[in-house]
């Protein structure tokens, strides 16, 4: 079963950190690039960053230096680690598989964990 679900989001005040996770099938994880995107209220679904099966990382410039991505392949788990969080940060946020060149995703999304910092 294709799956991804997301947790790890909440409430917290501008300069904290989360930790969000992202749990994937097999046939969804396995040898492939794994991303984060978020979608603020108005606005399009961006991609954050992405990591690759070797830990090969890339991010968005907004969040350079803030955000990292880890993955632990024997757990089909993909994190996102967010500090220095700002408030234009709030949004709801997704893992998948970037697909062309990161503007879409290959997959259904899930159902996002959704993060709010507050000024």
């Known amino acids: 079963q294709v799956q991804l679900v997301e947790s790890g989001g909440g409430l917290v005040q501008a300069g904290g950190s989360l930790r969000l996770s992202c749990a994937a099938s097999?046939?969804?994880?396995?040898?492939?690039?794994m991303g984060w995107y978020r979608q603020a209220p108005g606005k399009q679904r961006e991609w954050v960053g992405d990591?690759?099966?070797?830990?090969?990382?890339n991010y968005l410039d907004s969040v350079k230096g803030r955000f990292t991505i880890s993955r632990d392949n024997g757990k089909n788990m993909v994190y996102l680690q967010m500090n220095s969080l700002k408030p234009e940060d709030t949004a709801l946020y997704y893992c998948?598989?970037?697909?062309?060149?990161?503007?879409?995703?290959?997959?259904?999304w899930g159902q996002g964990t959704q993060v709010t910092v507050s000024s």
């Open positions: 990591i690759s099966s070797s830990g090969t990382t």
């Open positions: 097999g046939s969804i994880f396995s040898g492939n690039v």
């Open positions: 998948n598989v970037p697909h062309l060149q990161r503007r879409f995703a290959r997959y259904a």
